[in-house]
DNA sequence: ACGTTATGACAAGTGTCCTTGACACGGCGC
DNA sequence: GCGCCGTGTCAAGGACACTTGTCATAACGT
């Protein structure tokens, strides 16, 4: 137990990254990176595996269903 | 080892479902789950997780990331 | 005071996901 | 033969992911 949080939000911090360099990181824009730490939308799957990888969680872990 | 496939057709075949069946568990159109099985186009991450949740797999699992 | 960095958010445009409705084909049962 | 089912695919439209460009604000160092 007490494990790191899995949002994208705390698990980008942890690691020192700015919304920039994450999306840099990813290849996207950094308002993508912005728009789904603040819940605006979700994710493309290609986008949902590649940051699950980068962070070395699983997709469910970061991204989960509501409801 | 010798574990069954987890490409979604696969997977849906095993449990002996058609494309619109599936699509109706699933809550989207027979058309958009032959799109996916066919590679046509990605599923959204919602549905992702859904897919894998119904057919006890990860999101990994099922969609790999190419190259 | 000034410049820089990080963040949040908008607008307009493009492409993709997903819809309904349709059509075609092959396999099967009758 | 006929009908039914499962599948593949198209077209047109709506909703959403993502782009570039821009603006605003707060925090920081000098």
Known sequence: M???ANDLRTLRQSREWS???LAQEMGVSRQTINAIET???DPSLPL???LARVFGRTVEEIFALKE
Do not use: N
């Open 2 to 4: 007490a494990e790191t």
């Open 48 to 50: 949902a595996l590649r």
């Open 19 to 21: 919304q920039g360099r």
């Open 39 to 41: 819940g605006r939308f």
